[in-house]
C-alpha cells in the first residue's frame, strides 16, 4: 500500500508562488500525480512525475525525488481561481494524499 | 483531454433501497476505471477498482455485496449502492485513463451525490 501526506492548508496572495509538499511512504512506487479539485467540482489532472527531476506545464510545474520520497507542486503567478484542493496521488495504487486546501488572497 | 461522465449527478433515495450510479468514458475506451466516495472537505478514497470482464477488486473495508460493481463494455462501469442507508450518503466519482499515460493521468467524472433519506 501507499501513504501520502500533505499539508492542510496554504495561504497566498496573488502573483505570488506556492509550493505543496507531499511525502510518501509505499512499498511500491511508480512516482506521483496531482490533481486540482475545486469545491463541488471533480478533480482535474494537473501533472505527474514518474522520473526524478522538474516537470514544467505552463504555471504549474510538479518535481519529484525518489531518493528522498519527496515531491512537490509549484504554482506560479497565483491568481484567485487557483483556490482550491490539490492532491498527491500514486499511481500504482490510485490512493490520494489527504489534499491541501489552497486559498489564494488579494 | 478525455471526458468521462456520470450519471445521475444528484440522487436522493429512501434507506432500504438500491441507486445504480453509471460512468461511462465517451472519447475512449477503459479497461478499468476506478470508483471513489468523498465526503466534505476530505479526500477520495478508494472503493474499487473496476475491471471489464472481471470482477472488481475492492479495497479493504469496502463490502462488495453492499457495493456491486459491473464493468460489462470498455465504455461503462456502474456501481450499485445496495440497500442504502444514510451514512452511505457521500460524493461517488469515477475515474479512468485512456492509456496514453497509464495510470498516471486519470479522467474524472462529474460526480453523483447520493443522499439517503
Known amino acids: 500500500g501507499q501513504s501520502l501526506e500533505q499539508p492542510s492548508e496554504v495561504t497566498a496572495v496573488e502573483g505570488a508562488i506556492v509550493q505543496i509538499n507531499c511525502t510518501y511512504q509505499?512499498?511500491?512506487?511508480?512516482?506521483l500525480s496531482w490533481y486540482q479539485q475545486h469545491d463541488g467540482g471533480a478533480p482535474t489532472f494537473l501533472s505527474y512525475?514518474?522520473?526524478?527531476g522538474l516537470e514544467e506545464t505552463g504555471r504549474f510545474s510538479s518535481f519529484l525525488s525518489r531518493s528522498d520520497s519527496y515531491g512537490y507542486l509549484l504554482l506560479q503567478e497565483l491568481q484567485m481561481k487557483d483556490s482550491a484542493s490539490y492532491f498527491c496521488?500514486?499511481?500504482?495504487?490510485?490512493?490520494f494524499g489527504a489534499g491541501t486546501r489552497l486559498t489564494v488572497k488579494p | 483531454g478525455a471526458v468521462v461522465s456520470q450519471h445521475p449527478s444528484r440522487v436522493i433515495c429512501k434507506s432500504g433501497t438500491s441507486v445504480k450510479i453509471e460512468c461511462r468514458s465517451l472519447?475512449?475506451?477503459?479497461?478499468?476505471m476506478f470508483w471513489y466516495r468523498q465526503f466534505p472537505k476530505q479526500s477520495l478514497m478508494l472503493m474499487a477498482t473496476?475491471?471489464?470482464?472481471?470482477?472488481?477488486?475492492?479495497e479493504q473495508g469496502v463490502e462488495k455485496d453492499k457495493f456491486l460493481i459491473n464493468h460489462a463494455s470498455l465504455t461503462l462501469s456502474t456501481l450499485t449502492v445496495t440497500s442504502a442507508h444514510p451514512e452511505d450518503s457521500s460524493f461517488y466519482i469515477c475515474?479512468?485513463?485512456?492509456?496514453?499515460?497509464?495510470?498516471?493521468?486519470?479522467?474524472f467524472g462529474p460526480g453523483t451525490r447520493l443522499t439517503v433519506t
Open positions: 475515474s479512468a485513463g485512456d492509456g496514453a499515460r497509464g495510470p498516471y493521468e486519470q479522467y
Open positions: 509505499t512499498s511500491g512506487f511508480y512516482g
Open positions: 512525475n514518474a522520473l526524478d
Open positions: 496521488a500514486g499511481p500504482n495504487d490510485m490512493r
Open positions: 472519447d475512449f475506451q477503459a479497461t478499468t
Open positions: 473496476s475491471n471489464e470482464g472481471s470482477k472488481a477488486t475492492y
